[in-house]
């Protein structure tokens, strides 16, 4: 609820604006029924949910999924009917509507918080890599090497390559 007006979505069905006096709906629109084919289209039209800016963003937590509801009740300003963009966030704990915006004249935007969505790779917070460092005690003689002494080759690297399958094998040297 918020103010005079109610809000009940439901999930692949439809989403309505109402307002209850007495326990009875007294007023309602219709503010779109959901569109698979817009939805779908929308979607493809992506090129990659994980880096669009927000509301689409490279922060995870400012991410979206987004349905299209459409052909809701006429509007009496514009004559066209109402269709509302409905945008599923990852938020604990529960799911429910967060918030609704009239983005323009009878086109609206609903969020719905939605903890399930967390799950999926594209909600979740890219992590750091980490790398262990482990350090040791020099050696009590230990001497830190002259610049000549650093030039010393003690070893030969041989790194073995095979060209092409029928080719023979080399071999080339580094120190």
């Known amino acids: 609820q918020e103010g005079w007006w109610s809000y009940e979505f439901c999930y692949n069905k439809k989403l309505r604006q109402i307002h209850v006096e007495d326990d009875k709906v007294v007023q309602e629109f219709i503010l779109g029924e959901f569109d698979a084919e817009a939805t779908a289209a929308y979607n493809r039209n992506l090129s990659d949910i994980s880096t669009l800016k927000d509301p689409r963003s490279k922060d995870a937590s400012q991410r979206y999924h987004a349905h299209q509801y459409t052909n809701g009740t006429t509007c009496d300003l ?16 529960r799911a429910m509507i967060s918030s609704i915006t009239e983005l323009s004249t009878c086109k609206y935007a609903l969020t719905i918080q939605c903890p399930t969505l967390c799950k999926h790779p594209l909600f979740q917070e890219e992590r750091p890599v980490w790398y262990t460092i482990n350090c040791n005690p020099l ?37």
């Open 78 to 93: 514009t004559n066209t009917p109402r269709e509302t963009e409905v945008r599923f966030v990852c938020s604990e704990p």
């Open 139 to 175: 050696p009590k003689d230990y001497k830190q090497p002259k610049l000549e002494d650093e030039v010393v080759h003690e070893h030969d690297i041989a790194m073995v390559t095979d060209k092409s399958p029928s080719s023979s094998v080399s071999e080339e040297y580094a120190t």
